[in-house]
């Protein structure tokens, strides 16, 4: 049956988001999160561009990463700033108690701390940080979460938000989908190609978008949403 690419698929739900989905899996999932964030996300790139110039020698700034999985893209952007002599405090955070126990357990240095929470926990005990980040978490929202999110955000953020994520297409699904199949064992199978068809298109983002925030398209087949909060 042929796929229609012209709405978000919401209906269908991601495995992993399952809450009785096979424990095993989920956690080879997590550590494979890695190899595929390497390979197609791109925050090598983000992190040079849009954290590293503003980050202040001698000074510890902050980051939030929202919805973390295993963590690997907190960790890793906590030690580019170090390779770079920087510092940069980094809390993770997501909604699945599994993906803290997960990302907690790996190797870690003092600078990322892993936390169950919703962003929204963390807007009622009045935390701020200098950035904002999220990757591959857009899509897992339903439009009320995606709005109540950027909210937060707004909240949250005295610098700068970076959401980053897939961008629903007919071909990246076609050039996708192989390459979900190189992670067996794991919901990336499954979970990858419906990733693509419950993403939203960069035209989508600008229209949900409330006015300050931005989106610029990424390779291959990512936006980058973002904004500037103007109160220090
Ligand atoms: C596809 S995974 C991405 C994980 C990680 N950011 C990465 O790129 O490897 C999406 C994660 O977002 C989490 N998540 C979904 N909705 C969330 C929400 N409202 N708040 C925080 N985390 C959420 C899920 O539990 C899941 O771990």
Same mark, same amino acid.
């Given at each position: ?16 988001? @399952? ?7 989920? %956690? ?5 999160? @890695? ?8 925050? %090598? ?6 954290v590293r110039p503003a980050l202040i020698p001698g000074r510890t700034m902050t980051l939030?990463? +929202? ?8 960790? #890793? *952007?906590a030690?580019?700033a170090r390779?770079d002599g920087l510092r940069l405090q980094v809390? /993770?955070?997501?909604?699945? !108690?599994? /993906?803290?126990?997960? !990302? ?7 600078d990322?701390?892993?936390?169950? /929470? *919703? ?7 009045? &935390?701020r940080f200098d950035f904002?980040?999220?990757? $591959?978490?857009? #899509? $897992? =929202? ?6 109540? *999110?950027?909210?937060?955000?707004? &909240?949250?953020?005295r610098g700068?938000?970076? #959401? ?7 071909? /990246? ?14 919901? +990336? ?14 035209? @989508?983002?600008?229209? =949900? ?6 989106? &610029? ?5 990512? $936006? *980058? =949403?973002?904004? &500037?909060?103007? $109160?220090a």
């Amino acid at each position: 049956m042929a796929v229609d690419f012209s709405r978000r698929e919401v209906s269908a739900r991601e495995r992993m988001d @399952e809450p009785d989905c096979d424990l095993s899996t989920l %956690r080879r999932t997590y550590a494979r999160f @890695e190899l595929l964030n390497a390979l197609v996300s791109g925050w %090598r790139r983000v992190y040079r561009t849009a954290v590293r110039p503003a980050l202040i020698p001698g000074r510890t700034m902050t980051l939030l990463d +929202i919805g973390c999985g295993g963590g690997d893209v907190a960790r #890793h *952007l906590a030690a580019w700033a170090r390779r770079d002599g920087l510092r940069l405090q980094v809390t /993770a955070i997501d909604a699945d !108690a599994r /993906a803290i126990t997960y !990302a907690a357990a790996q190797p870690t240095s003092a600078d990322v701390t892993f936390r169950a /929470a *919703l962003s929204g926990d963390l807007v009622r005990e009045g &935390q701020r940080f200098d950035f904002v980040t999220s990757n $591959h978490l857009l #899509h $897992h =929202l339903t439009g009320e979460e995606f709005t109540a *999110l950027l909210r937060d955000c707004e &909240q949250l953020c005295r610098g700068r938000v970076l #959401h980053s994520d897939l961008t629903r297409s007919a071909l /990246a699904y076609r050039l996708f989908t192989p390459l979900s199949l190189a992670f067996p064992g794991t919901f +990336i199978r499954e979970d990858g190609p419906l990733s693509i068809r419950r993403s939203f298109t960069r035209a @989508e983002l600008a229209a =949900l978008a409330p006015p300050g925030w931005q989106v &610029q398209p990424l390779f291959p087949f990512r $936006h *980058l =949403l973002t904004y &500037q909060s103007v $109160h220090a």
